[in-house]
């Protein structure tokens, strides 16, 4: 099991940019790939960004394309995603999740889940 932690949420305005961190320990990070899921209020969770172990290969769904980028860095153990031109139907509470087995964009894919950081954005 890994040990994810997110950081990064808070309230912003429409238009400006927010960059979550997830800090994983307990494991090897790099033999893991790496997701971000999100929930709004009465919704059910859903897939934001994937990325690779390599971090060579990543994924998105359509509603943040061209606006959110995921990356990370092996050498910190850490995840990042950085989210420009928010919009309110942004807000939600984040999650990373890590899995040792694919790039899923589907969230019974993975198995290791940080408590989440909750975006909030202003309109």
């Known amino acids: 099991q890994v040990q994810l932690v997110e950081s990064g949420g808070g309230l912003v305005q429409t238009g400006g940019s927010l960059r979550l961190s997830c800090a994983a320990s307990?494991?090897?990070?790099?033999?893991?790939?790496m997701g971000w899921f999100r929930q709004a209020p009465g919704k059910e969770r859903e897939f934001v960004q994937a990325?690779?172990?390599?971090?060579?290969?990543?994924y998105y769904a359509d509603s943040v394309k061209g606006r959110f980028t995921i990356s990370r860095d092996n050498a910190k153990n850490t995840v990042y995603l950085q989210m420009n031109s928010l919009k309110p139907e942004d807000t939600a509470v984040y999650y990373c999740?890590?899995?040792?087995?694919?790039?899923?964009?589907?969230?019974?894919?993975?198995?290791?889940w940080g408590q989440g950081t909750q975006v909030t954005v202003s309109s």
């Open positions: 999740a890590g899995s040792d087995r694919v790039t899923g964009l589907d969230e019974y894919e993975y198995d290791n």
């Open positions: 307990g494991r090897t990070f790099n033999n893991y790939a």
């Open positions: 990325i690779a172990r390599s971090g060579r290969t990543t």
